[in-house]
């Protein structure tokens, strides 16, 4: 096992052992933790009580963050020349289409969210096997298809997040940064929370949240008493 540094001795140290902490407390005690030089984003981690190889069990959805996520976004635009003052009005970074998409063929990535239009999905959908793996490609479920452009854009660049649970059914999102108060953290938690709440399947049995933890990078997990979360 690793050594331990000084200072993620001091971190641990203030977590007591076997505890859960209340979502509010823990939005808290998350800013104790958070030592690094950077402004460290914080995370949120949810085990949910679903089997994501079953279609009927899977969990994805879209939240916004009402105090957003402290991130700057770098929203690129796919869409038809009508569309384009639109786009760069709303505060998209990157706007075009063709030029765009050959320049994607041939290796350039530097954004963080594409966006485009039905009718112009033929053309993307050949980027496929580029941004795919990248989790870059637009998709109708999380908003990024659509012929609102500039709503998505602003949208995006307004805080909201897409999520989906992974092979293990676990979700991990961002939810801000360290430099948020308490009580933003707070807020922007039980936003996703109970976002997940109300997407629940129909064919998950049991208990729905097995746990919840938050951590900033590089601090250790908090784990948060279920129970306390309003609304799920």
Not at 158 to 184: E, L, M, P, Q, Y
Request: glycine share 8%; aromatic share 4%; hydrophobic share 35%.
């Amino acid at each position: 096992m690793a050594r331990l540094t000084k200072n993620q001795k001091a971190a641990l140290s203030k977590i007591e052992a076997n505890k859960s902490y209340t979502l509010q407390d823990a939005s808290s005690l998350v800013k104790e933790l958070t030592n690094t030089k950077f402004d460290s984003s914080v995370d949120i981690d949810v085990r949910l009580g679903v089997d994501p190889r079953k279609a009927n069990q899977m969990v994805r959805g879209i939240a916004t963050l009402p105090h957003g996520t402290g991130k700057t976004v770098r929203v690129l635009v796919l869409c038809t020349p009508d569309k384009e003052q639109e786009a760069k009005d709303a505060g998209a970074d990157f706007v075009g289409l063709d030029d765009y998409i050959a320049k994607i063929e041939s290796g350039w990535t530097d954004v963080d969210i594409i966006i485009t239009m039905p009718s112009v999905m033929a053309k993307v959908g050949r980027l496929g096997r580029i941004l795919g793996p990248r989790n870059l490609m637009p998709n109708p479920k999380s908003g990024t298809v659509t012929p609102e452009v500039g709503k998505a854009v602003t949208e995006v660049k307004g805080g909201k997040i897409d999520f989906k649970v992974d092979k293990t059914g676990i979700i991990h999102t961002s939810i801000g940064k360290a430099s948020f108060s308490a009580d933003k953290i707070y807020e922007n938690a039980l936003e996703v929370l109970q976002t997940i709440s109300k997407l629940k399947p129909s064919a998950a049995k049991g208990t729905y949240f097995k746990s919840i933890h938050i951590s900033s990078t590089m601090s250790p997990g908090i784990t948060i008493e279920t129970k306390s979360v309003a609304g799920i």
